[in-house]
């Protein structure tokens, strides 16, 4: 039996969601990081999730990304119950969560970075000699970097030589190569110049008419209401509200964000 699958409301979506999080519990010895959390993705659809620091954002997702393990509650992807151990189970799953680090290696290329741990190899002299298929790398790079419209000029660049907007696209392009089904982002627009932040938000909103639901973290607000249908507020632990962004605003976002107001608060 699958509790809670059929209890709440679906928020106009269409069809089952795709991340189905209840009442999820995390501790840090005393501390409760995140208190009894509810919370729905839908395919094709960009939920905020936003709070003051401390709030549990990245907690939530890092224990939806396999990174910690949740101390009371469920977690169903794709309608099956899921509790990764490790995040390469999280990734395998469909999983991919991009970090303000972005985790790409400086010295390698555009494609050596897409393919990186998962490099594809060619064999010479009946098999005897194995070499990178640098060929192939590049042309697959290609083909997803094209499908998400994209644009590096020159594949063979260093990431480092790339400017931070040019980096965040790479970083998606990865997840995607390796057909992510959900897509987590943690500030994404962080350090990045106004115009870097608008193709970034263009790159959001062409996953969603791809088809790729994306959980955006942010402390930038106008980001989030630029792409977000849903915006979930945490605060201290609590998910405190949850809006459609349509219905609501940054300075109501706000008085949530900080515990002026509280919706849905259930103490432990």
Same mark, same amino acid.
């Given at each position: 039996?699958?509790?809670?699958?059929?209890?709440?409301?679906?928020?106009?979506?269409?069809?089952?969601?795709?991340?189905?999080?209840?009442?999820?519990?995390?501790?840090?010895?005393?501390?409760?990081?995140?208190?009894?959390?509810?919370? /729905?993705?839908?395919?094709?659809?960009?939920?905020?999730?936003?709070? /003051?620091?401390?709030?549990?954002?990245? !907690?939530?997702?890092?224990?939806?990304?396999?990174?910690?393990?949740?101390?009371?509650?469920?977690?169903?992807?794709?309608?099956?119950?899921?509790?990764?151990?490790?995040?390469?189970?999280?990734?395998?799953?469909?999983?991919? !969560?991009?970090?303000?680090?972005?985790?790409?290696?400086?010295?390698?290329?555009?494609?050596?970075?897409?393919?990186?741990?998962?490099?594809?190899?060619?064999?010479?002299?009946?098999?005897?000699?194995? !070499?990178?298929?640098?060929?192939?790398?590049?042309?697959?790079?290609?083909?997803?970097?094209?499908?998400?419209?994209?644009?590096?000029? /020159?594949?063979?660049?260093?990431?480092?030589?790339?400017?931070?907007?040019?980096?965040?696209?790479?970083?998606?392009?990865?997840?995607?190569?390796?057909?992510?089904?959900?897509?987590?982002?943690?500030?994404?627009?962080?350090?990045?110049?106004?115009?870097?932040?608008?193709?970034?938000?263009?790159?959001?909103?062409?996953?969603?008419?791809?088809?790729?639901?994306?959980?955006?973290?942010?402390? !930038?607000?106008?980001?989030?209401?630029?792409?977000?249908?849903?915006?979930?507020?945490?605060?201290?632990?609590?998910?405190?509200?949850?809006?459609?962004?349509?219905?609501? /605003?940054?300075?109501?976002?706000?008085?949530?964000?900080?515990?002026?107001?509280?919706?849905?608060?259930?103490?432990?």
């Amino acid at each position: 039996m699958e509790p809670a699958m059929a209890e709440s409301e679906n928020n106009g979506q269409q069809g089952e969601p795709i991340l189905r999080i209840r009442q999820l519990v995390k501790r840090f010895g005393g501390l409760v990081a995140v208190n009894k959390v509810d919370m /729905d993705v839908y395919p094709g659809e960009v939920v905020g999730l936003v709070g /003051d620091n401390a709030a549990g954002k990245s !907690t939530l997702i890092k224990c939806v990304s396999g990174v910690y393990q949740p101390d009371g509650g469920e977690i169903y992807f794709e309608g099956r119950r899921v509790r990764f151990t490790r995040p390469m189970e999280a990734r395998d799953a469909g999983i991919e !969560t991009i970090y303000q680090d972005l985790a790409l290696a400086g010295n390698l290329s555009v494609s050596a970075n897409i393919f990186l741990g998962r490099e594809v190899k060619k064999r010479y002299l009946g098999g005897l000699i194995r !070499t990178l298929d640098e060929d192939y790398m590049h042309a697959e790079s290609q083909k997803v970097m094209d499908k998400f419209n994209i644009r590096i000029p /020159d594949f063979s660049q260093e990431i480092e030589t790339l400017s931070g907007g040019q980096r965040q696209a790479v970083a998606i392009a990865r997840a995607l190569y390796w057909r992510a089904k959900l897509m987590i982002m943690d500030e994404p627009t962080n350090n990045l110049g106004v115009v870097e932040q608008r193709q970034v938000l263009e790159l959001i909103q062409e996953l969603r008419q791809q088809g790729v639901p994306v959980i955006l973290i942010s402390h !930038t607000l106008p980001d989030v209401f630029a792409v977000a249908d849903r915006i979930v507020v945490l605060h201290r632990g609590f998910k405190v509200t949850e809006k459609k962004a349509s219905e609501t /605003d940054s300075q109501e976002i706000v008085q949530y964000m900080v515990g002026a107001l509280d919706d849905n608060r259930v103490l432990a």
